[in-house]
C-alpha cells in the first residue's frame, strides 16, 4: 500500500480581534471551508484531529467534538485533541499524516484553532507561560517576550548589537502582512518606526519593542489530507516528508541560542525529502518574535551562526531573494493564534505551491517547508511540501 499523503484542501478564517466569533465558530469556520475547497463531504472524513492549546484562556478543555458542529454527518467519526504548546497545529498535522499514511484513515480533518482576545492580559500571559518549565505558574508582566528578550540579550553579547536587524525584519513582516488578507496586522511600518521605541511602540522587555512581538489573536485554519486528490478547484499538495524533535524543557539545559531540535528536526525533514534548504522555494518558519525569525535563520543555514543580519541585509529571505521567508508576514503580522498556527502555515504553504495565495504570492513556487516550534524551541515540527503541477 502506498504511503502517500496529500494536503487535498484548506480553510483559514481571518486572524485577529474577533470579539463576535466563539472558539466553536472558528472551528466550524474554518473546518467547513476546508471540506469545501477540498470537495470532500463530511461523511467522507474518517479522521478528527483538533489542534487547541487553551491552558485556561477558555472554560471549556475537551473541544474535539466541536467539529462535529459542522454536520450531523460526522457523527461516529473518531475525534481527538492534540495540545503541544505552540506547536500544537502542525502536531495534529503530523498525527492526521501517520494515520493517512498507516492506511487507518483515507481522509482526515484537520482543524486548528484559538480564541485569545477578550481576556484579561494576565490570564493570557499566565497560559502560555505554562509552556515554560521556569517560569509557569508565576507571575509576569511581559510573559514570553522576556524569555525571547533573554535570547536576544545573550545573542547582544556574543555578537554585537541587533535592535536595527530585527526592526529590518519586523518592517518586512509588516509590508508582507499588510497584503495577506488573513492576517492580524495589516498595515505597513517603516524600519525607522520599527527601530524607534516610542508611545506608539513601546519597549516591551528590552530589546524588544512591541514591533518585535507577534500579537495575540484568535483564529482558526483547516486542512483535508488524503490518499488521492479530489478538488476540481486547484491541484493537491503533496507531503514529502515530515520530521519531530524535541528539547530537554529546562532552559538549563539548552544553550538558549542553540535551537538545537530546531536544527535537528530541519535537518531530518530535508534528509528525508532528499533535498536542501537551497532547494526550497520559500519558508514559513515560526517567528514568534523578530529574534526568533532571526536566530531561525542561522539554524536553518542561510548564514552562519552570529550572522543571521545577512540573510535579510543582502535579501536572501525576501519576496525576490534566493529563499522568501514567512510571504504571509509570519506569526509576528499574521498573528498567533496558538494552537491554529501550525496549520494556518501548512494551509498558506499549499496555497502558494498552487498560485493560489491571495497575498504576495512566489512566482513558479514548487517546493516549502514549514517550521513550527513550541515553547523556547522544546517541540520542534518541519514539513516539506511539494507542488504537484
Given at each position: 500500500m502506498s504511503d502517500e499523503a496529500w494536503i487535498l484542501g484548506w480553510g483559514h478564517t481571518a486572524f485577529g480581534k474577533r470579539p463576535d466569533s466563539t472558539l466553536e465558530s472558528l472551528v466550524v469556520e474554518a473546518g467547513s471551508a476546508a471540506l469545501a475547497d477540498a470537495e470532500v463531504a463530511p461523511g467522507d472524513i474518517d479522521?478528527?484531529?483538533?489542534?487547541?492549546?487553551?491552558?485556561?484562556?477558555?472554560?471549556?478543555?475537551?473541544?474535539?467534538?466541536?467539529?462535529?458542529?459542522?454536520?450531523?454527518?460526522?457523527?461516529?467519526?473518531?475525534?481527538?485533541?492534540?495540545?503541544?504548546?505552540?506547536?500544537?497545529?502542525?502536531?495534529?498535522?503530523?498525527?492526521?499524516l501517520g494515520q493517512v499514511r498507516s492506511g487507518q484513515a483515507r481522509r482526515a480533518l484537520v482543524i486548528g484553532a484559538e480564541k485569545m482576545t477578550g481576556l484579561p492580559p494576565e490570564t493570557v500571559g499566565a497560559a502560555l507561560?505554562?509552556?515554560?518549565?521556569?517560569?509557569?505558574?508565576?507571575?509576569s508582566a511581559t510573559g514570553f517576550t522576556e524569555l525571547f528578550a533573554a535570547v536576544a540579550r545573550v545573542?547582544?553579547?556574543?555578537?554585537?548589537?541587533?535592535?536595527?536587524?530585527?526592526?529590518?525584519?519586523?518592517?518586512?513582516?509588516?509590508?508582507?502582512?499588510?497584503?495577506?488578507?488573513?492576517?492580524?496586522?495589516?498595515?505597513?511600518?517603516?524600519?525607522?518606526?520599527?527601530?524607534?521605541?516610542?508611545?506608539?511602540?513601546?519597549?516591551i522587555s528590552?530589546?524588544?519593542?512591541?514591533?518585535?512581538?507577534?500579537?495575540?489573536?484568535?483564529?482558526?485554519?483547516?486542512?483535508?489530507?488524503?490518499?488521492?486528490p479530489t478538488s476540481r478547484a486547484h491541484p493537491p499538495v503533496r507531503v514529502v516528508s515530515q520530521a519531530h524533535a524535541n528539547d530537554f524543557l529546562p532552559g538549563s539545559k539548552r544553550d538558549p541560542l542553540a535551537f538545537?531540535?530546531?536544527?535537528?528536526?530541519?535537518?531530518?525533514?530535508?534528509g528525508l525529502a532528499g533535498v536542501t534548504t537551497a532547494d526550497l522555494d520559500l519558508v514559513e518558519l515560526h517567528d514568534c518574535f523578530t529574534i526568533a525569525e532571526l536566530q531561525l535563520y542561522e539554524v536553518i543555514g542561510l548564514a552562519p551562526r552570529g550572522q543571521g543580519r545577512r540573510a535579510i541585509e543582502e535579501g536572501t529571505v525576501l519576496p525576490d531573494g534566493a529563499l522568501p521567508v514567512n510571504p504571509s508576514g509570519g506569526l509576528k503580522?499574521?498573528?498567533?493564534?496558538?494552537?491554529?498556527?501550525?496549520?494556518?502555515?501548512?494551509a498558506l504553504a499549499a496555497m502558494q505551491l498552487t498560485g493560489t495565495f491571495p497575498g504576495r504570492q512566489i512566482p513558479n513556487?514548487?517546493?516549502?517547508?514549514?517550521?513550527?516550534?513550541?515553547?523556547?524551541?522544546?517541540?520542534?515540527?518541519?514539513?516539506?511540501?511539494?507542488?504537484?503541477?
Open positions: 479522521l478528527v484531529v483538533v489542534a487547541n492549546y487553551n491552558a485556561g484562556m477558555s472554560p471549556l478543555g475537551f473541544v474535539s467534538s466541536l467539529a462535529l458542529q459542522i454536520s450531523e454527518d460526522l457523527f461516529g467519526v473518531p475525534a481527538l485533541r492534540v495540545e503541544n504548546a505552540c506547536a500544537s497545529g502542525s502536531t495534529a498535522v503530523h498525527v492526521a507561560l505554562g509552556a515554560d518549565y521556569d517560569m509557569a505558574g508565576k507571575p545573542y547582544e553579547e556574543r555578537y554585537g548589537p541587533v535592535g536595527d536587524t530585527l526592526a529590518t525584519i519586523a518592517a518586512k513582516s509588516h509590508r508582507l502582512g499588510a497584503l495577506n488578507p488573513y492576517a492580524h496586522l495589516r498595515k505597513e511600518l517603516s524600519e525607522e518606526f520599527c527601530a524607534t521605541a516610542s508611545p506608539q511602540n513601546p519597549m528590552a530589546p524588544l519593542r512591541r514591533t518585535d512581538c507577534s500579537p495575540v489573536s484568535d483564529g482558526a485554519a483547516a486542512l483535508v489530507i488524503g490518499r488521492e538545537a531540535a530546531t536544527e535537528l528536526a530541519w535537518q531530518r525533514a530535508l503580522s499574521k498573528g498567533h493564534p496558538v494552537g491554529a498556527t501550525g496549520v494556518s502555515q501548512h513556487a514548487r517546493l516549502a517547508a514549514v517550521h513550527n516550534m513550541g515553547g523556547l524551541a522544546v517541540a520542534n515540527h518541519v514539513t516539506v511540501l511539494a507542488a504537484t503541477e
